[in-house]
């Protein structure tokens, strides 16, 4: 069973940066067309942050524009999320996907990295 690894996660300061890490345990043997990054708050429903297709389109949610920049190195099957401007609004489980087709969901999910903002 191929699962998603993600690392980078920790206690940060308001207005911090962190970055974080994602790639698959073993090779999944198919080419990944999207990968995302998730976060669930305490309380909260799991909301999309940012995706990245294979042609590096993007999307982000609202609320992390212009703070949060998703990336990805295909030749390891790695994404990144670069996370600026911290908030305390911002702590939650970050969780990363990676699906194969351009429609339907994710197939692959990780465990999640625990993401917090305070001072």
């Known amino acids: 069973q191929v699962q998603l690894v993600e690392s980078g996660g920790g206690l940060v300061q308001p207005g911090g940066s962190l970055r974080l890490s994602c790639a698959p345990s073993k090779s999944i043997g198919s080419r990944i067309y999207k990968m995302g990054w998730y976060r669930q708050a305490p309380g909260k429903q799991r909301e999309l942050v940012a995706g990245i297709t294979s042609n590096t389109n993007t999307n982000y949610a609202d609320s992390v524009k212009g703070r949060f920049t998703i990336s990805r190195d295909d030749a390891n099957n790695t994404v990144y999320l670069q996370m600026n401007s911290l908030k305390s609004e911002d702590t939650a489980v970050y969780y990363c996907?990676?699906?194969?087709?351009?429609?339907?969901?994710?197939?692959?999910w990780g465990q999640g990295t625990q993401v917090t903002v305070s001072s």
């Open positions: 996907s990676a699906g194969l087709h351009p429609f339907g969901t994710y197939e692959y």
